[in-house]
């Protein structure tokens, strides 16, 4: 299932970044952090509403087979006046093909149109496949003391319901 492109990803297919995120989500379990928020939970709402909305702005992008099956997603907002990356999923039968390092790269393309002069993101610090993975990508761990309001909120809703809070960082790539 070798990418064959990444196109804009429209607000009807919110389902399919749904299902990718999903799927990917089964990884942090299998590394002892299960997410377990039912469809109705706030967070999870909250989070649909973010990536519809991105999608409606035309800043989120799904990466397709040659088939149009769906293998990963961007969704990008603007933070404290940057471009930040709110949600990068890849769907685990199709890690580790150089997806998630082409939805990175046109996501940094993404920001470079937008005026951005880094992007941002939040993750968690101590899995080997976030922390590190955006690290060999160019980015690089942003003390909170150092963030902006519109990152650190990111972080405080984030910790509230996500297992492992305490290891919720911010990272930023010069661009």
């Known amino acids: 299932m070798p990418i064959s492109n990444i196109r804009p990803a429209r607000a009807d297919e919110i389902a399919v970044l749904s299902a990718l995120d999903d799927d990917a989500s089964k990884l942090f379990a299998e590394h002892g952090l299960p997410i377990e928020l039912s469809a109705d939970h706030a967070f999870a709402r909250a989070e649909l509403g973010r990536w519809q909305r991105c999608a409606q702005l035309g800043q989120a992008f799904l990466a397709v087979d040659e088939s149009g099956e769906a293998l990963g997603f961007a969704a990008l907002d603007v933070v404290d006046g940057a471009p930040y990356l709110e949600q990068l999923d890849v769907r685990r039968a199709a890690m580790r093909r150089g997806i998630g390092a082409r939805l990175l790269a046109h996501s ?68």
């Open 108 to 175: 940094a393309d993404w920001a470079r149109s937008v005026g951005g002069e880094e992007l941002w993101l939040t993750t968690y610090g101590h899995l080997p496949f976030n922390r590190p993975y955006y690290e060999r990508h160019g980015y690089e761990l942003v003390p909170e003391a150092l963030c902006g309001p519109g990152i650190r909120a990111h972080l405080d809703e984030q910790r509230k319901v996500l297992p492992a809070p305490e290891q919720r960082v911010a990272m930023r790539c010069r661009l």
